[in-house]
């Protein structure tokens, strides 16, 4: 069975930071990529990283990019997300979700989903 547990979400005020991190368990991690994605109240759900575990390569939402770094740990099959300078437009819910092989940044396509961890960025 294929899990994925999102955890280190919290409040925090505007110029923070925080690390989000996205255990994996189920499959093999060195054949998916892990895409984080963040839904505000009332908009879309929309991509802000991913890392594929098949080739390393990785993607960033353009107003995130110089704010976030994603990376991986292969012994304890988790990949984090750290976010600093966070501003209040940050504020979501973050998700993990796995799709095989390669970044693909497209939510219907994803193959399985964690259960979101809040953060909330104040002013």
């Known amino acids: 069975e294929v899990q994925l547990v999102e955890s280190g979400g919290n409040l925090v005020q505007a110029g923070g930071s925080l690390r989000l991190s996205c255990a994996v368990s189920g499959f093999t991690f060195d054949t998916y990529a892990i895409e984080w994605f963040r839904q505000a109240p009332g908009k879309e759900r929309e991509g802000v990283s991913c890392i594929s575990n098949t080739d390393g390569s990785q993607y960033y939402l353009d107003s995130v990019k110089d704010r976030v770094t994603i990376s991986r740990d292969n012994a304890k099959n988790t990949v984090y997300l750290q976010m600093n300078n966070l501003k209040p437009e940050d504020t979501a819910v973050y998700y993990c979700?796995?799709?095989?092989?390669?970044?693909?940044?497209?939510?219907?396509?994803?193959?399985?989903w964690g259960q979101g961890t809040q953060v909330t960025v104040s002013s």
């Open positions: 979700a796995v799709v095989p092989y390669f970044c693909i940044n497209n939510a219907q396509a994803m193959q399985d």
